[in-house]
């Protein structure tokens, strides 16, 4: 029989509910949580990469998707995203937003300043792949993270328009 390391068994074996484990911690400030546990948690929050906050809090790489998938990790998680998006006002529907308005830029249907080798000023339309791959890419984490934690994107009706018209 396969033993279990014990930071994949973080979840007590008790007959307590994950969702009562989770009351649990948030109402003791997860005082009790494992400090390497939090460790993780802080990490992974900060840059959303789970081999590097394992590594970070001093677990193998290879157990980051292990932790990230922990009920319990994925508590203190939202808790730290929700208290970073109260602290600075950068909620995910902000970040969201301001790249659904600046994609028709990097798109190259609208037009944005550019200087040019005169270091003049001008406008013009230009297709910024790097740019835009980068924004998709950037859009995806948020979404993701947003969805996974089961709240919408919160775009409004005209971005959501643009959006699935491709930015025209």
């Known amino acids: 029989m396969a033993v279990t390391p014990d930071y994949i068994a973080v979840v007590d074996e008790s007959k307590m509910d994950i969702d009562a484990q989770i009351l649990h911690q948030r109402e003791t400030r997860w005082d009790k949580f494992d400090n390497k546990m939090k460790s993780f948690a802080m990490s992974y929050a900060t840059h959303y990469n789970h081999r590097a906050a394992a590594e970070e809090a001093g677990f193998p790489k290879s ?10 990790i994925q508590a203190l998680v939202s808790d730290l995203v929700l208290q970073k998006q109260l602290r600075t006002g950068v909620t995910d529907d902000f970040v969201a937003t301001m790249w659904m308005k600046i994609l028709p830029m990097l798109m190259g249907d609208q037009e944005s300043p550019l200087v040019n080798s005169l270091g003049e000023a001008v406008q013009v339309k230009k297709f910024f792949a790097t740019e835009t791959v980068a924004a998709l890419r950037e859009m995806s984490k948020i979404t993701t993270t947003t969805l996974a934690a089961g709240e ?3 775009l409004d009706e ?6 699935k018209r491709g930015g025209k």
């Open 63 to 72: 157990s980051g998707l292990q932790l990230v998938r922990n009920p319990l």
């Open 152 to 154: 919408g994107v919160g």
């Open 158 to 163: 005209d971005d959501y328009n643009l959006f």
